[in-house]
């Protein structure tokens, strides 16, 4: 069974203070995505296999660790999730990434596909699903089941602020992929945005509204 890890680290919870005002321009909101995707990455690499390498320090030889098979790849979900892609890249800078795209129907609030491009290798590799906002958890579920028709068996998924009634949603279609949420809000409006929520993250890490 898949665990679903609430982060409650000082850091995150500053920094999604800071993307949560409205009056944060884009640069800063972009900055703070990046930086919050880094403690996040940092959370859902703990597990990570290591093996034992011999190296030579300065002083004499010794046995390091160093992570095993080194096969990762980061999924953003086009387009807000790439907002994320640079702050995890800067802590697995050796992953792969690929990309899919999904919008959500305005009258059904059910994801579409429109774009699917992955590594050759995805079905060997520990993929890392990131999207910074889960409202009903539609484009998660749609993604996680492309990268499983894939061959991925490896998988987890990174948000940064997640509705309870998505999380219950991906639980209950991905009961085998862990979630790692940066802040659990309190509802779903009328209108499928998170409440208290950031507003729509696309349109504010790329300033286009």
Do not use: W
Not at 26 to 36: A, D, L, P, V
Not at 78 to 103: N, T, W
Not at 163 to 173: H, N
Request: charged share 25%.
């Amino acid at each position: 069974m898949a665990k679903t890890f609430i982060m409650n680290h000082p850091l995150i919870s500053h920094k999604i203070g800071i993307i949560r005002k409205k009056e944060t321009g884009t640069k800063e909101f972009r900055e703070n995505i990046s930086e919050i995707a880094m403690l996040l990455c940092y959370e859902a690499t703990r597990d990570l296999e290591l093996e034992d390498v011999e190296i030579e320090t300065p002083i004499c030889r010794t046995v390091s660790k160093e992570l095993k098979g080194k096969k990762l790849a980061v999924v953003p979900i086009l387009r807000a999730g790439l907002g994320m892609v640079e702050g995890m890249l800067a802590m697995i800078p050796a992953a792969k990434v690929g990309h899919i795209g999904l919008y959500r129907d305005p009258q059904t609030l059910k994801p579409v596909e429109y774009y699917c491009k992955l590594p050759a290798d995805v079905g060997e590799r520990q993929i890392f699903v990131v999207d910074p906002m889960f409202a009903t958890g539609g484009s998660a579920i749609a993604a996680v089941q492309m990268l499983k028709e894939h061959g991925c068996k490896k998988l987890c998924f990174l948000c940064i602020i997640a509705a309870p009634e998505g999380v219950r949603a991906f639980q209950e279609a991905h009961p085998d992929v862990d979630l790692y949420i940066g802040a659990l809000d309190d509802h779903l409006n009328e209108h499928g945005y998170i409440v208290p929520g950031l507003g729509d993250a696309g349109d504010r890490i790329f300033g286009t509204k």
